[in-house]
């Protein structure tokens, strides 16, 4: 099975090779801004915008989109194109005009091993020079794409894009349903409960601070840029921090596991509740359903959802008894038919678990059956540990 799997190395490039990735930048980022220009009426569609620009080069104002190399525009409108698609499938919202003060990247396609340099301690990027890289784990697979970027708080990176034969996977350990939350990041059917990250609301008193601090020096002043430094690497941290305990969660829930089934979230809706708008973004469910998605496939692993709508809460899953309400203070409750007391999550993650199996037999990869287990680590709570990459 050949999958693409993504890895991330620091780049310090000298000032002279800033300067340059900071031209590179500025054409991707001027280049996708054109392209969303052109589509405010209708998106024209990734062709018909790409043709434009030889035509934009050699257009007076613009000549100088020849210092970019020419591959890094058309992958801006790839991304462009990409962001469409989502806002079509309604995976995401209208694409935005980028920002220069936001983070900064541009890609390269189809870069060649020979970019690396055999000692691993510099990449050739083209019309930017060899840059000074350090290869923390080693590059495995075959690479497809690099794109470079610039965070706010002025550290530079690479993201080199591989394909790689993963063996293919063995099916082991059962089925586990997911319900997430916000008292905790999720609870198993198991009866196992995962405590969500704390980072962003522990760091709060100290953005707070840098905020404040931030908003007393005057724009464009030199401690200003240093406040809003500080502030960016902060943010940078807690989203770091945020990502790792995704990483980490996800893999082992995708390794411990042949079938998960989770609540189709709909976070947007949610997000747009101020009050639990920032419980939400400090747990991040979507960006972790995503890795779930992503690495099930790679061990081998089926995530299926279930429908947002789907009573998950509200139904006993002994007896099936649908209650009338579930207020969301209730945390412990017992069934009026069959006497079962139930934790409110546990129960909705076990009705999860059986409906999301009750869905998916019939696209069941491996043709097993799928059996939901509800012994084991009951009533533990424990954090992702057990971590060797992704
Ligand atoms: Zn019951």
Not at 10 to 19: S, W
Not at 218 to 227: I, R
Not at 333 to 353: E, F, K, S
Request: glycine share 8%; proline share 4%.
């Amino acid at each position: 099975m050949i999958v693409r799997k993504g890895f991330k190395y620091r780049i310090y490039p000298n000032q002279e090779q800033q300067r340059k990735l900071a031209v590179q930048f500025g054409h991707a980022r001027y280049i996708y801004n054109w392209g969303l220009g052109q589509s405010q009426d209708k998106y024209p569609g990734y062709n018909h915008l790409a043709k434009q620009l030889p035509i934009l080069k050699k257009t007076s104002e613009t000549t100088w989109l020849k210092e970019a190399h020419s591959q890094v525009l058309q992958q801006s409108l790839k991304d462009l194109d990409r962001a469409f698609q989502n806002f079509f499938a309604k995976r995401g919202g209208y694409p935005h005009f980028k920002s220069k003060r936001a983070k900064q990247s541009a890609r390269y396609p189809q870069p060649k091993e020979s970019w690396i340099a055999p000692d691993g301690r510099r990449i050739q990027l083209s019309k930017v020079g060899h840059v000074r890289l350090v290869l923390h784990r080693p590059l495995e697979g075959v690479m497809k794409n690099v794109t470079v970027s610039r965070t706010r708080s002025g550290r530079y990176f690479v993201s080199i894009q591989v394909e790689i034969e993963m063996a293919t996977p063995i099916f082991a350990g059962g089925a586990v349903g997911l319900d997430l939350g916000l008292r905790e990041f999720a609870t198993l059917s198991t009866g196992e409960k995962i405590a969500p990250p704390q980072y962003y609301r522990k760091a709060q008193k100290k953005r707070r601070r840098l905020a404040r601090q931030l908003s007393r020096k005057k724009l464009g002043g030199h401690n200003h840029e240093k406040a809003r430094l500080r502030l960016a690497r902060l943010d940078e941290k807690i989203s770091n921090q945020r990502r790792d305990f995704h990483h980490k969660l996800s893999r082992m829930l995708v390794e411990e596991n042949q079938f998960i089934g989770l609540e189709d979230l709909n976070v947007r809706g949610m997000l747009a509740n101020h009050h639990l708008a920032k419980s939400i973004g400090d747990a991040g469910w979507s960006a972790f359903v995503t890795m779930l998605g992503y690495k099930g496939e790679w061990y081998g692993c089926q995530v299926e959802k279930v429908s947002r709508w789907y009573p998950s809460s509200k139904t006993c899953s002994v007896c099936g008894t649908k209650m009338e309400a579930m207020p969301l203070n209730v945390r412990i409750w017992q069934c009026p038919m069959c006497g079962t007391v139930h934790d409110r999550d546990v129960n909705a993650a076990i009705n999860i678990l059986k409906q999301s199996t009750a869905g998916a037999v019939e696209n069941n990869a491996w043709g097993q059956s799928v059996r939901p287990s509800t012994d084991g680590y009951a009533g533990r709570t424990r954090k992702p540990t057990r971590f060797s990459g992704w």
